[in-house]
């Protein structure tokens, strides 16, 4: 295998002990903060070459937030290493019992094309801060970013414990043949099965972060211009390549009638009247994306926009109103710059709708009535979900981003992430004197010994607890 000499010298490294000190974790999380500012005018020129990012959100998801979870992590730490002491019972009063966060060991970051860098880095953060050594596997269908961490990681980060593989598919497929000790893989459920298989052959945990079809349900009770903007800024941002954009609308048949102009109106003020020109508008990652997204148009009839420009990889920002749920654009995640719009008769028919598929990684209601977005949440089960707005819950380092069922397996962002790439191991030290304490639970048995356990091990219920 052309990895394994790789993988032994990282795992060579961790067994050395050498990143487990904080000021050695810190050091390698200070670089990684080095990395950001030295290269910033390269990312933002990368991520422009690879899928016409404008610099503003390149910006906001591949450096603001990357910093962000690297200045938490480094405000922290030194709490989250502490080991966690628990109660105990009567016996064990003088002894110490408490979690110890271990790493994991050379743990593996597979990363995808849409946030190039913020999705390799924010793992990376946390398997750092843990204490593990990474290889870190980037996407080649973003490639000059993909070129550009290949080529400048390794000069700020120790190379005796962090790696950087390139390649497509066949490097992937042989780097995964390899045992590793974590995996975390940002993709789509399918590779994501791949994935979980190759892992299961060692054992190895794997925290799974993939996509899904996620639903946003209007209710007639709305400010519908807010609506509007708020659902056309997280639809057409990174030209729609985002895991947890929202990928279709569900409203009523008079709604529709009253976002259209609406949406068009948002479309207008934040693209101009000609999209393909604004600066502030991305292009498709790659020709075979492009003619992917491009056959979903056919579902429903466009309402806006649906103009496409295969030479440019540009497709307008386009809303389809009327979709059937047999429609091309419901069968898979669109991951691109469409918005259909599925009409429904009233909210208990959404939420049977949105029930009725897989469960995705994030779910957004809006409404005037917090009744109406507190029934939707409470119906109905997602990775994460935001009322009245779109994508914002992911800026917060306090709340874990993560899918379930079909959208994905564990969680990250923050604190969450360190525990990810940490073992928490349960320790119990005791004291070495004290043995009668220890009679009862000795042979022989008398039923004077097992009162004196139950007494001394019966954990008591206090009473019914009340949710406020």
Known sequence: NPYAGLVSHLRASWLSGKTRPMEYRVAQLEALGRFLDDKKQEILEATELDMGKPSFEAFFSEILLCKNELN?????????????????????????????????????IIAPWNYPIHLFLVPLIGAIAAGNCAIIKPSEISKNTERLIAQTLSCYLDTDCFAVVTGGVPETTRLLENKFDYIFFTGSPPVGRIVMMAAAKHLT?????????????????????????????????????????????????????????????????????????????????????????????????????????????????????????????????????????????????????????????????????????????????????????TLMHVTLTSLPFGGIGNSGLGKYHGKFTFDSFSHHRACLHRNMGLETLNTPRYPPYTQQKLGLLTTTFEVKRRGTCTLL
């Open 72 to 108: 938490v992590t480094l405000n922290n730490l030194c709490h989250w290493m502490k080991d966690e002491h628990v109660d105990k019972n009567l016996v064990m009063q003088l002894d110490s019992a408490f979690i110890r966060k271990d790493p994991y060991g050379v743990v593996l």
């Open 205 to 389: 945990p794997v925290t799974l972060e993939l996509g899904g079809k996620n639903p946003c349900y209007v209710s007639d009770t709305c400010d519908v211009t807010n609506v509007a903007r708020r659902v056309a800024w997280g639809r057409f941002f990174n030209a729609g390549q985002t895991c947890i954009a929202p990928d279709y609308l569900l409203c009523t048949i008079e709604m529709q009638e009253k976002l259209m102009p609406a949406l068009r109106e948002a479309i207008t003020e934040f693209f101009g009247p000609n999209p393909r020109e604004s600066p502030d508008f991305g292009r498709i990652v790659s020709d075979k994306q492009f003619q992917r997204v491009q056959r979903l148009l056919g579902s429903g009839r466009v309402a806006i926009g649906g103009q496409t420009d295969e030479a440019e990889r540009y497709i307008a920002p386009t809303v389809l109103a009327d979709v059937l749920p047999s429609d091309p654009a419901m069968q898979e995640e669109i991951f691109g710059p469409i918005l259909p719009i599925v009409v429904i008769a009233n909210m208990d028919e959404a939420i049977d709708f949105i029930n009725a598929r897989p469960r995705p990684l994030a779910l957004y209601a809006f409404s005037c009535d917090s009744k109406i977005v507190n029934q939707v949440l409470e119906r109905t089960s997602s990775g994460g979900f935001c009322g009245n707005d």
